[in-house]
């Protein structure tokens, strides 16, 4: 028999990225024969290296917001020499639905969004209140549309490079004789979700008294306030933001005793890895994107003004974030610390 083959047109967002792992697992465990392949952000493909269901992951050629429709039609006559079975949109827009109905693929499913009429014509409706997580929205559309509602969603996991740590430990200059908690203390979405970089530094000098050392991951963006929380750490504290590629985080990630992250893409990745983390949420809700893994805790206020899901504080005092104090977050953290079975 002829495999199935499916193309996903994958979302924009590290996190979404990781949850549609989900997805993915579903579609194998429904069909015998099925290759999968993902289009998506060109940052995205060493992510999806490192989930075994996928059989390539496929660059998208315009960046984000990008229209090109021109682009859109070359890639989608690409595309068709593949002769999908079907293709499963996973962003609401009218952009990303272009390339599959291009492609001439036969099945073109997706949720109800921004016109999407005659480019999807297996169409869903999105009960929000039925699906209230992103991670059940993406496996629902893997599956038939009369399915009991929410679907059982498979863990997301991702799987390291066994040699990766070595030559990170080595690239990097990290301590070969401390065990490594990892930060994350940035959130690409907003300072809304960010929790004070003074705190972070509290309790990196914690850890760092304690024996452990400190890795503190990001982007080159985060680079500033990895600074900061590296001089108030003190010695025993790195800061890798903008120094590693996210295939590198993810290594690092699968090695370290625990982490502590805002509600970030990269708290998606460490959940996939089933790093034990504590996960801290601020604008956002964990009710909505939560890190999917049993060995997380999420520590969330719940104010009267959350979630209200801005980049930044519409009442200028962040008190979501700023009310959840360094000894809350170290006790949450303890037990991982300690566990008598290193990672």
Known sequence: MAPRRILVVGPSWVGD??????????????????EIDVLAPGWSLPILARMPEVRRGIAMPLGHG????RTRWQLGRQLAQDRYDQAIVL?????????????????????????????????????KRALPMTVQRFVALGLPPDTPQPPPTPTPRLQPDPAGFARLRAQL???????????MPGAEYGPAKQWPIPSYGELGRRLVRQGFQVWVLGSAK?????????TLAGEGAFNL??????ADAVDLLATARAAVTNDSGLMHVAAALGTPLVALYGSSTPHHTPPLSDAAQVIYLGLECSPCFKRTCPLGHTRCLTGIGVERVAEALAPALHAT???
Do not use: Y
């Open 173 to 183: 200059d990290l301590l070969a004789d401390r065990p490594g908690v990892c930060f």
């Open 17 to 34: 990225m990781v949850m549609a792992q989900s997805l993915f697992m579903t579609l194998k465990a429904r069909h015998t024969l099925v």
């Open 91 to 127: 962003p609401g827009s009218f952009k990303s639905a272009l390339a599959p109905f291009f492609a001439g693929i036969p099945r073109r499913t997706g949720f109800r969004g921004e016109m999407r009429f005659g480019l999807l014509n297996d169409m869903r409706r999105l009960d």
């Open 341 to 343: 079975a290193p990672r």
């Open 66 to 69: 990008q229209f090109g429709l």
């Open 241 to 246: 933001c903008g120094r590693t590629e996210l």
């Open 222 to 230: 985060d680079k500033p306030a990895g600074d900061e929380i590296a």
